[in-house]
């Protein structure tokens, strides 16, 4: 039988950011091999995080990769997306969850527009903690590196982050890879700066149920299966649940079985990435979105208030202002969905400005004050807001 999962260390949820090409890929396989190598996970080759191979046989299309390992001191979740649109579109709205990033920066290139945009989603989704990679240090020059620090750490102080004293650690994932001992050691530096600078955060435990379901599959025999991180309260196998769907209905049902990354557990609690087995639920009834809670705790809203901060056209944003009548896609914990802006008695507002507005989304979704989301068009993040009150 399937070994269980021991909660013996906190667990956190972290994940690597940065521009196309500069290694995230790489360094996530390179800590998966150290770590292997010290005995505390197993390694996980390049290709099975680029490409998730098994996912793609279930059918499911591959946003996220997840793999998990441990470190003398924490349990860890780490999340890796292929590319640059994938990171936007599905880490976004679930990066509410990181508990901390690794951003990493090609010392060879140094910070690029990616650079920048997932700084400042980072900063929008409410993730406090950044670790700096500065990857390829194997191949670049000492000088050039150090220039590359500063501009990183002026980008995050930037956007708000303390980039004058966060870690900025000088890798090389491919040599490390490949076990060369120098580069060994910088990742695990790389570990060490993650678990001392990373806070263990306060989990809503004591919360209701929540999960924002991240993908859905069928387990043949034995029914529907959705994926997620548990964003607030505890659950477990025989507790009752509502899964408030897309159009506003809900549907009850008992969680049959729970695991974390393919081992049973006795109870998940908030920071967990889970898979939960939903008795009574058919494939076609729950999708990406959907939330499921503790039954009565949610109520779903088509509209709300919000601030927003409308990205700068130099950092990927609009061109042109926006008025009321603008129609863009709402990224909302897992969900996407459009929604008719009305600025009030603004006139319009313009890239780089922070404006209060009022949304009215074209179905209505679980929401709450406080709760972050990303607005997108045309492929691109336009800009960032929290929610300041449900109508
Ligand atoms: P991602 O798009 O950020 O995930 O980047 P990848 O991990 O796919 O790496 C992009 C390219 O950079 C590949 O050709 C890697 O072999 C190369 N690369 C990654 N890490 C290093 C490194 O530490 N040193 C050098 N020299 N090349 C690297
Ligand atoms: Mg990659």
Same mark, same amino acid.
Do not use: C
């Given at each position: 039988?399937?070994?269980?999962?021991?909660?013996?260390?906190?667990?956190?949820?972290?994940?690597?950011?940065?521009?196309?090409?500069?290694?995230?890929?790489?360094?996530? %396989? +390179?800590?998966?091999?150290?770590?292997? =190598?010290?005995?505390?996970?197993?390694?996980?080759?390049?290709?099975?995080? =680029?490409?998730?191979?098994?996912?793609?046989?279930?059918?499911?299309?591959?946003? *996220?990769?997840?793999?998990?390992?441990?470190?003398?001191?924490?349990?860890? !979740?780490?999340?890796?997306?292929?590319?640059?649109?994938?990171?936007?579109?599905?880490?976004?709205?679930?990066?509410?969850?990181?508990?901390?990033?690794?951003?990493?920066?090609? %010392?060879?290139?140094?910070?690029?527009?990616?650079?920048?945009?997932?700084?400042?989603?980072?900063?929008?989704?409410?993730?406090?903690?950044? &670790?700096?990679?500065?990857?390829?240090?194997?191949?670049?020059?000492?000088?050039?590196?150090?220039?590359?620090?500063?501009?990183?750490?002026?980008?995050?102080?930037?956007?708000?982050?303390?980039?004058?004293?966060?870690?900025?650690?000088?890798?090389?994932?491919?040599? !490390?890879?490949?076990?060369?001992?120098?580069?060994?050691?910088?990742?695990?530096?790389?570990?060490?700066?993650?678990?001392?600078?990373?806070?263990?955060?306060?989990?809503?435990?004591?919360?209701?149920?929540?999960?924002?379901? $991240?993908?859905?599959?069928?387990?043949?025999?034995?029914?529907?299966?959705?994926?997620?991180?548990?964003?607030?309260?505890?659950?477990?196998?025989? %507790?009752?649940?509502?899964?408030?769907?897309?159009?506003?209905?809900?549907?009850?049902?008992?969680?049959?079985?729970?695991?974390?990354?393919?081992?049973?557990?006795?109870?998940?609690?908030?920071?967990?990435?889970?898979?939960?087995?939903?008795?009574?639920?058919?494939?076609?009834?729950?999708?990406?979105?959907?939330?499921?809670? +503790?039954?009565? @705790?949610?109520?779903?809203?088509?509209?709300?208030?919000?601030?927003?901060?409308?990205?700068?056209?130099? $950092?990927?944003?609009?061109?042109?202002?926006?008025?009321?009548?603008?129609?863009?896609?709402?990224?909302?914990?897992?969900?996407?969905?459009?929604?008719?802006? =009305?600025?009030?008695? &603004?006139?319009?507002?313009?890239?780089?400005?922070? &404006?209060?507005? +009022?949304?009215?989304?074209?179905?209505?979704?679980?929401?709450?004050?406080?709760?972050?989301?990303? *607005?997108? $068009?045309?492929?691109?993040?336009?800009?960032?807001?929290?929610?300041? @009150?449900?109508?």
């Amino acid at each position: 039988s399937k070994q269980a999962y021991i909660r013996s260390k906190p667990h956190l949820n972290i994940g690597t950011m940065g521009h196309v090409d500069h290694g995230k890929t790489t360094l996530t %396989a +390179a800590i998966t091999k150290v770590l292997a =190598d010290r005995g505390t996970g197993s390694f996980v080759p390049f290709d099975r995080i =680029d490409r998730a191979p098994e996912e793609l046989r279930r059918g499911i299309t591959i946003t *996220i990769a997840h793999v998990e390992y441990e470190t003398d001191t924490r349990h860890y !979740a780490h999340v890796d997306m292929p590319g640059h649109a994938d990171y936007v579109k599905n880490m976004i709205t679930g990066a509410a969850q990181l508990d901390g990033a690794i951003l990493v920066v090609s %010392a060879l290139d140094g910070v690029m527009p990616q650079t920048a945009e997932h700084v400042l989603l980072a900063r929008q989704v409410g993730v406090r903690h950044i &670790v700096v990679a500065l990857n390829k240090a194997d191949a670049g020059d000492e000088e050039l590196t150090d220039l590359v620090e500063l501009e990183v750490r002026e980008l995050l102080t930037a956007h708000g982050f303390d980039g004058d004293v966060l870690p900025v650690v000088r890798v090389s994932g491919l040599r !490390a890879l490949e076990g060369d001992p120098r580069w060994t050691a910088a990742i695990e530096a790389l570990l060490d700066a993650v678990d001392t600078y990373v806070p263990v955060p306060e989990r809503y435990v004591d919360a209701p149920f929540l999960l924002s379901v $991240e993908n859905v599959l069928t387990i043949t025999g034995r029914g529907t299966v959705v994926t997620g991180a548990v964003e607030r309260g505890t659950v477990r196998p025989g %507790a009752s649940v509502e899964v408030h769907r897309g159009e506003g209905e809900q549907l009850a049902s008992v969680v049959t079985g729970l695991e974390t990354f393919g081992k049973p557990m006795e109870f998940a609690q908030a920071g967990d990435n889970v898979a939960l087995l939903l008795r009574g639920v058919q494939r076609g009834q729950v999708r990406r979105g959907d939330i499921v809670a +503790a039954p009565g @705790s949610i109520s779903a809203h088509a509209g709300f208030t919000a601030r927003v901060y409308l990205v700068p056209a130099a $950092e990927g944003g609009r061109h042109t202002p926006i008025a009321t009548g603008y129609r863009p896609q709402f990224y909302i914990r897992t969900a996407d969905v459009v929604g008719d802006v =009305d600025l009030g008695a &603004v006139a319009m507002a313009l890239p780089g400005d922070t &404006v209060d507005l +009022a949304v009215t989304l074209a179905r209505p979704l679980p929401l709450e004050p406080g709760l972050g989301f990303a *607005i997108r $068009e045309g492929g691109r993040t336009v800009g960032a807001g929290t929610v300041r @009150s449900v109508r």
